[in-house]
Nanobody
Framework: QVQFVESGGGWVQPGGSLRLTCVTS????????MNWYRQAPGQERELVAR????????FFADSVKGRFTISRDNTKSTVYLQMTSLKSEDTAVYYC?????WGQGTQVTVSS
């Protein structure tokens, strides 16, 4: 049974930082690319960052380039999203995903 457990969301002031964690189980983590998506109220879910199975190849949405970093630890079946210089427009529910599997989401709220 594939499981994703996301954590690390919360409230932060503009300019602050958060690190999201997605611990997975039930599949061969090291064989799959991992993705972070987000969905803000009233908006479609969008891809934020992607990391290849080896961790070498990475993709970032233009809106987060230079501020967010994605990483993974294949020994722990875990993927991370380090978010810095957060803006109010980063407020959303953040999800990790691989193939057809999604986590339950973690809320990130950026406001003063």
């Amino acid at each position: 049974q594939v499981q994703f457990v996301e954590s690390g969301g919360g409230w932060v002031q503009p300019g602050g930082s958060l690190r999201l964690t997605c611990v997975t189980s039930g599949f061969t983590f090291g064989h799959y690319e991992m993705n972070w998506y987000r969905q803000a109220p009233g908006q479609e879910r969008e891809l934020v960052a992607r990391i290849a199975p080896s961790g070498v190849a990475r993709f970032f949405a233009d809106s987060v380039k230079g501020r967010f970093t994605i990483s993974r630890d294949n020994t722990k079946s875990t993927v991370y999203l380090q978010m810095t210089s957060l803006k109010s427009e980063d407020t959303a529910v953040y999800y990790c995903r691989t193939a057809n599997y999604w986590g339950q989401g973690t809320q990130v709220t950026v406001s003063s």
